[in-house]
Structure formats: C-alpha cells, structure tokens
C-alpha cells in the first residue's frame, strides 16, 4: 500500500512542490510544482516577497488535491538564518530581509564591541561567525530602529513562517533556529542573553520543537481551497541542509557530507557539539540535526559563483547550457590558480565575472581571459576548497572518514564530483540530488510511524535511490 506526502523545498533561487509516494518497494518522488524565489530590492534594501512564496505553495498544493489522494502530511523546509516578525494580531510585519542584503556587513564586530565578546558568543552557540547569521541581523534591525521588530509579537523562521500562514500555529523548529547564533546546541534552548544583551526577549521565539513533531493541520479555509482535507502539517528538518544530511546513505559513520548547491556545506556527523579553540579558530559551525545529532560543518560559497556568472553571460547574449559549460571545462587548460570562493566581494556583485577579475588582478591571480577561463577557475577553485576544508575535518572529526558523499544538486556534476575526488584523496560517492527532498519527506514518514529511526530512514533511502562513486586519480 503506497502513502503519499507533500514536502515543500524552499531554496534562495527556487521552490518545489513534491509529491512523494512511499511503498515496501521505496519511494518516489514527483514535482508538481517548481517556481522561482527572487530577491526583492526595495531601494538599497533586500527582501524575500513570503506572500509570493505563500502563493506558490498554494498552487502546489491545489495541483495535489487535483489527484484526489489520501496525503498522509506535509512538511517545509527552506534556506536558514531569515525570519519574518509577526505582531501581536497575528499578522506578519512587513516582508523578511534577506540574508544577501548588505545591511549586516560589519554588525558583527559591532556586535562583540557592545553586546558580548566573540569568544563568548561562539562559545555559546557554537556557531562560525557569518555576518548574515540571524543574531546580526536582529543587532542591524535594532540599530535602524526597524519598526516591524519593535512591534513583533513573535519571530518566525522561514518554515515556521510558512507553517504558521498554513495553520495558525506557531513554532520554532530546532534544525533552523541552530543556524541562527541564537540557539545553544547543549541545551537546545535560544540563548536568552545573547538577545537581552540587545534589549530583546527569548520570549520573542515560540518554544522549540523536535523533527517529526505536529505543528496542526491545514486552516479549514486552506484545505478546501487547495481540494485537500485538512492535511497534518509536520516539522520536518526545517532547514534544508538538516533535511539533505538525514538522506545521506551512509552506511556507517565514518563519512564527510557535501551538500552542494548554491552553498556548498560540507562536514561530519557527531553526537555532541564540539566547542573548542580549534573549532573556533576554524570558524566551524555545530548545527542541529535529525535525532539530536549535530552537524560540525563549514559554509562554503558553492556553485553561486557559476550560476552569477551565467546570469551576467546571459544579459550578453550567451546563454551556455549546463553541458556546454561542463564541455567547455574539460577542454580548458588549469591555469593552476585559484580564487577564494569564501571572499568578501563574491557575495552579492552586481557583476559577478567582473568581480572575479578585479579579485585576481588584485590577488596576482591570473585573470581569466574568456568564458571557458573562468568557468575552469571557478571549478578548479571549489575542488581546492573542498580539499582545503576536508583536511581540517579530519583533525576535528572522532572518526576516520573514509568517503565524501555529495548530495543535493551538485551531485549531478560528475566533472566537478571526479575534480573533487582527485583533490580530497578519498571516493566520493554522488547522490541523491534529491536529498532535501527525500529527507524532508522521510522525516514525514518518521512522525507517521513508517521508520523508526534515522539509521532506518538511511535505509530506506537506500534502496530506493542509486549512487555513482568517483574514485581518486591519486
């Protein structure tokens, strides 16, 4: 007998809709739905427009009650660190800022000078330093007197934001509020002095919930818009990096994850944070995961840099395919440079192949001299990367790690995958592009009894998905 769940997988540049099926045979998974998530610029402000998402996750869910199926549940997951304020009539204030807007440049040392020193706050949370992490921005909103904060009743990361427009109910999911710089990873608790230290409550999160836990089921007004009764609404792995993790088919724990896309994350699974100097002086993170896990990884700018760069290539009239890019790679030479894919000035360019060139003029790093240059500079420069982040893992890991396994998008980059492996020295074992979305739905399958725990969900994922291994020209 097949079941069948919704997840919602919200990404920084687009939004699914999927409609999974799960049998004793495995699971698949369809998208009804794929749309796309735009920065909002208002003047020199950036937003997410979450009515706009709101909206295409309605027509997801319209395009499911035209099946006529029995949905078990669905589940949201999206990027971290964004919020949304809502006042004390329910209502949303105004529209979340975006993590890419500049307004938090610099916050963080602004922060360490009037709140609590750098040292106290990592050792608090656990949590790299990002300037976008949602503790700066609250500190940034603060500092401009921003009225929907000093109105706010309640804050809600991005699912629980959407969770709470499709049920009325509020929640914090654990896995998202951990990328935050707001969450102790030991107690699981929002770290009431890192907000009182800036005039603000604990009070304003709502409690924290575990993966699996029922926030309620469709508005009755929603459901039967959509054609669907009132559907349980689950708090899967709420963000989405949490989510890809819980789907890595891992068969032990000695491994490293890649989740590549846009971001690349890459790091191991541990039971306990770990908070030391050399994680500090590492910048390393200790996110929450499925089954009070904790990810010990590091944020790395992923594939950003390419698909900028193709965005800029296309305003000019060269629209390359994903197979002409890959081709026009293999045939370029390395220049056997690279750049920082982590700098300051590829964060959020108006012109992303031209900050790419002034980087390298300024750093005496050969500027690349066409389109197949740069696009052989920037893979050459995320394999590099890879490597670079992988061999500080092994001093920090309490385990060997015996393979990399690379989930989400980019595991569908056998040239970038096999460049990965040549760098790091150990297989890489590529799938399921789809992790998010499997995680996300598994999780689903988790609170409705079908799997017991996360070794079982691994699984599962097993014998439904097919992976490729990239073994090392060492």
């Not at 490293?256 to 890459?266: E, H, V």
């Not at 790419?356 to 052989?376: E, G, L, N, S, Y």
């Not at 079908?450 to 090392?472: G, N």
């Amino acid at each position: 007998m097949e079941r069948y769940f919704i997840g919602v997988d919200l990404g920084a540049t687009s939004g699914r809709v999927i409609l999974a099926a799960l049998s004793d045979h495995g699971i698949t998974l369809e998208v009804l739905h794929r749309f796309p998530n735009r920065l909002l610029r208002i003047g020199e402000r950036y937003y997410w427009n979450i009515y706009t998402l709101y909206e295409e996750i309605l027509h997801g869910l319209e395009l499911a009650g035209r099946r006529h199926l029995p949905i078990t549940s669905l589940g949201i997951d999206t990027w971290g660190v964004d919020f949304a304020c809502v006042g004390s009539d329910g209502e949303i204030l105004g529209l979340p800022r975006a993590y890419r807007d500049p307004f938090t440049r610099g916050v963080p040392e602004a922060y360490f000078a009037g709140v609590l020193p750098r040292d106290e706050v990592y050792a608090a949370t656990g949590i790299q330093v990002m300037d976008f992490n949602s503790l700066y921005q609250l500190y940034a909103l603060q500092r401009e007197g921003c009225s929907a904060l000093r109105a706010a009743r309640r804050l809600l990361f991005m699912p629980d934001a959407l969770s709470y427009l499709l049920t009325g109910e509020m929640v914090t999911e654990y896995t998202i509020a951990s990328t935050s710089q707001l969450l102790n990873p030991r107690t699981k608790r929002i770290e009431a002095r890192l907000l009182e230290g800036m005039g603000l409550s604990p009070e304003l999160f709502p409690p924290i919930v575990m993966p699996g836990h029922r926030i309620g089921t469709l508005r009755r007004e929603v459901a039967a818009a959509c054609g669907l009764p009132q559907v349980e609404v689950v708090a899967v792995a709420g963000h989405d990096t949490a989510s890809a993790v819980a789907a890595v088919p891992a068969e032990n724990e000695r491994f490293a994850y890649l989740s590549s896309g846009t971001w690349s994350l890459m790091g191991v699974e541990i039971r306990e944070p770990m908070i030391t100097p050399q994680t500090a002086a590492c910048n390393f993170t200790n996110e929450g995961g499925v089954d009070g896990t904790v990810r010990l990884l590091k944020n790395i700018t992923g594939m950003w840099l390419l698909e900028q760069c193709r965005e800029a290539w296309r305003r000019e009239n060269r629209d390359y395919s994903y197979e002409e890019i890959v081709r026009m790679t293999r045939e370029t030479a390395p220049s056997g440079a690279v750049v920082d894919p982590d700098a300051a000035e590829f964060a959020a360019p108006t012109d992303m192949p031209q900050a790419i060139r002034t980087w390298c003029a300024a750093h005496a790093v050969p500027v690349p001299a066409d389109d197949a240059a740069m696009m052989r500079l920037i893979f050459d420069s995320l394999a590099a990367k890879y490597a670079s982040v992988l061999d500080t893992l092994r001093g920090l890991a309490p385990f060997p790690i015996e393979r990399l396994h690379v989930i989400g998008g980019g595991a569908r980059n056998g040239l970038l995958n096999q460049m990965t492996a040549d760098a790091v020295g150990v297989p890489v074992v590529a799938g399921p592009d789809e992790a998010t979305a499997l995680g996300n739905i598994m999780m689903q399958a988790r609170a409705a009894g079908l799997v017991a725990s996360l070794e079982e969900m691994r699984r599962y994922i097993r014998r439904s998905i097919e992976t490729t291994t990239y073994l090392p020209n060492l």
